[in-house]
């Protein structure tokens, strides 16, 4: 019984050093996903604007630009897919992984190739361990990601769209992302960036009752529109990395108090099945105390009458 009540209490001390680690990992996400929040906060002026700023030109000019314009047949295009570095997360990467799979089986339904591009270490190591072709690969920030984070993600995409398909180029541009919509809900999601459509641009960015200006363009539509959706698409694609990154944040908060709820709930158990293990030897012991006295008290009485 003495070694029944040593295995409780090496459990107890293993599992609470674990509850000590997933407390401190919480907090720490508690923490960061604070910061990520307000950089979510501070990003969607800036990327309201630019949108604005696009819709103004692609709708105010007669100019067919190639990143706002439908292709007659789109035969690539190419799939971004956001996830994190590291786990402990909860479902947020496995969801943004099916969200991919599901964009990916849509496209290549449309008889479309699908290129991808993959953002974060587990999303990664997801394609190639299903030994599935992966374009380029985006690692080491997704935490904390950057301005020139977006930049180094949107180069090869932006390449990719002004290229022609037969020269290896794509005709569209999706994203999936986990959009953060409150600490408890994180939804994986999915846009089409490129080529814009104007119609949903100009919803999303224009508000109910107001009238667009005229504008004239220098030194024309087509070059202003050439400067500015390389920044539109950076833009959207570094708010979704903060959204990512604010909602692995909160999933791995979810995720840390789950496991510090259940590592406080076989803390007890086990604390009650060693109270049991130490009274079963108390017992036991007495027990046995008992029936040493008692037979030694026959064992006197029995020398006694003779």
Do not use: C, W
């Amino acid at each position: 019984m003495g070694a029944q009540l040593r295995v409780y209490k090496r459990r107890i001390r293993s599992v609470s050093a674990t509850k000590k680690i997933t407390k401190a990992m919480e907090m720490i996400a508690a923490s960061r996903v604070v910061k990520a929040q307000r950089k979510v906060a501070a990003s969607t002026p800036y990327a309201t604007e630019l949108t604005r700023a696009v819709t103004a030109v692609a709708t105010g000019s007669n100019t067919k630009h190639p990143l706002t314009t439908e292709p007659e047949n789109s035969t690539r295009a190419a799939v971004l897919l956001l996830t994190s570095d590291r786990g402990l997360a909860g479902a947020f990467n496995s969801n943004a992984i099916k969200a991919a799979e599901r964009l990916t089986a849509k496209l290549e339904g449309e008889g479309k190739e699908v290129v991808s591009y993959i953002v974060g270490r587990r999303g990664l190591a997801h394609y190639n361990f299903r030994e599935r072709k992966v374009a380029e690969s985006f690692t080491g920030f997704t935490d904390d990601p950057s301005y020139a984070d977006a930049k180094k993600v949107a180069a090869p995409l932006i390449e990719a769209i002004e290229t022609e398909t037969a020269e290896g180029g794509v005709d569209e541009l999706h994203i999936v992302y986990t959009e953060f919509v409150s600490m408890m809900t994180q939804t994986a999601i999915e846009a089409r960036l490129l080529p814009l459509s104007l119609d949903e641009v100009a919803a999303e960015a224009k508000p109910k009752g107001e009238i667009l200006p005229l504008f004239d363009f220098e030194p024309s539509a087509e070059d202003v529109l050439d400067a500015l959706l390389p920044r539109y698409v950076e833009s959207r694609i570094y708010n979704a990395l903060l959204q990512s990154a604010a909602s692995k944040h909160a999933a791995t908060r979810r995720a840390m108090k789950s496991a510090t709820d259940n590592a406080g709930e076989l803390i007890e158990t086990l604390t009650r099945l060693a109270n049991q293990a130490r009274q079963a030897e108390i017992t036991q012991e007495i027990s046995e105390i008992v029936g040493g006295a008692s037979a030694l008290a026959d064992a006197t009485a029995g020398v006694t009458d003779k």
